[in-house]
Nanobody
C-alpha cells in the first residue's frame, strides 16, 4: 500500500519560492498509472488542484498557477517536488501530495492515496 509524506518549510516569506517534497513508499508496478499530484486547501476555502506529474515525467498545471508552479520527480528517491514561486499570503494553505487515478482530482477516491498534509504559512 502506498504511503505518502509531505515535507518542507512551515513558514515562507512573501516573494520567496516554496519547495515541498513528497516522499512515498510501497510503490508497485501499478504505481506507474498514477498522477502524482499536489492539492492545497487555503483556510476556509475548497480544495484546489495545483498540478501533477506522471511516471514518464509529463506534467500538468492549473491554469491559474501555471506561471508560478513546477513539479519535478526523482524516481530513484521515490520523491516528487512542488515549486511555487513568488508566494503571497494568499498561498497560505494546507498542502497535500497524492497519488490519484484521475487527473485534477481534489478528493480521495477508491484506489487513491493521499499524504496527511502540511501547513504552509506565508508571512513576513
Amino acid at each position: 500500500q502506498l504511503q505518502l509524506q509531505e515535507s518542507g518549510p512551515g513558514l515562507v516569506k512573501p516573494s520567496q519560492t516554496l519547495s515541498l517534497t513528497c516522499t512515498f513508499s510501497g510503490a508497485t508496478s501499478t504505481s506507474q498509472n498514477y498522477f502524482w499530484s499536489w492539492i492545497r486547501q487555503p483556510p476556509g476555502k475548497d480544495m484546489e488542484w495545483m498540478g501533477a506529474i506522471n511516471y514518464s515525467g509529463s506534467a500538468w498545471y492549473s491554469p491559474s498557477l501555471k506561471s508560478r508552479t513546477s513539479i519535478s520527480r526523482d524516481t530513484s528517491k521515490n520523491q516528487f517536488t512542488l515549486f511555487l514561486s513568488s508566494v503571497t499570503p494568499e498561498d497560505t494553505a494546507v498542502y497535500y501530495c497524492a497519488a490519484v487515478t484521475m487527473l485534477m482530482s481534489t478528493a480521495p477516491c477508491d484506489g487513491d492515496y493521499w499524504g496527511q498534509g502540511t501547513q504552509v504559512t506565508v508571512s513576513s
